[in-house]
C-alpha cells in the first residue's frame, strides 16, 4: 500500500515556473515508477512524465518535454515535477501515481497501470 500527497500547486503568469511536490508513505517507496498526470477542465487524463523505481529513466509527454523535469529522492520518498516556461495550455489538476515497476523495468505512461493516486493539486497559468 502506498499513499501519495502532492503539493505545490497554485497560480502563475505565462512563462512562469512551479515546482511540484509526491511525497509518498508506505513500504518499498523505491519499487514503485511514479509518473505525473493532468486533467484539465472536460478533458481526459493525460500523461505528462514519468520516472523511473531508481530513478535512472525518464519518459516525457512531447507537450512538456524541453520545459517540465522529473525528479525522485528515494531517501525523503519525494517526486518533484519543475516545470517551466509554463503556458495556459498547462492549465489542470496535476496527480502523481505509483505503478509497481521494480528494479529496472521501465516505466510505463498507460495510466491504468498505475495502482495508487494523490487526490491532485491545482496548476493555473494566467496569459
Known amino acids: 500500500q502506498v499513499q501519495l500527497v502532492e503539493s505545490g500547486g497554485g497560480t502563475v503568469q505565462a512563462g512562469g515556473s512551479l515546482r511540484l511536490s509526491c511525497s509518498a508513505s508506505?513500504?518499498?517507496?523505491?519499487?514503485?515508477?511514479v509518473g505525473w498526470f493532468r486533467q484539465a477542465p472536460g478533458k481526459e487524463h493525460e500523461f505528462a512524465a514519468v520516472?523511473?523505481?531508481?530513478?535512472?529513466?525518464?519518459d516525457y509527454a512531447d507537450s512538456v518535454k524541453g520545459r517540465f523535469t522529473i525528479s525522485r529522492d528515494n531517501a525523503k520518498n519525494t517526486v518533484y515535477l519543475q516545470m517551466n516556461s509554463l503556458n495556459p495550455e498547462d492549465t489542470a489538476i496535476y496527480y502523481c501515481a505509483a505503478d509497481y515497476r521494480p528494479f529496472t523495468a521501465a516505466p510505463r505512461r498507460v495510466k491504468e497501470e498505475y495502482d495508487y493516486w494523490g487526490q491532485g493539486t491545482q496548476v493555473t497559468v494566467s496569459s
Open positions: 520516472i523511473s523505481s531508481r530513478g535512472g529513466i525518464t
Open positions: 508506505g513500504r518499498a517507496f523505491d519499487s514503485y515508477a
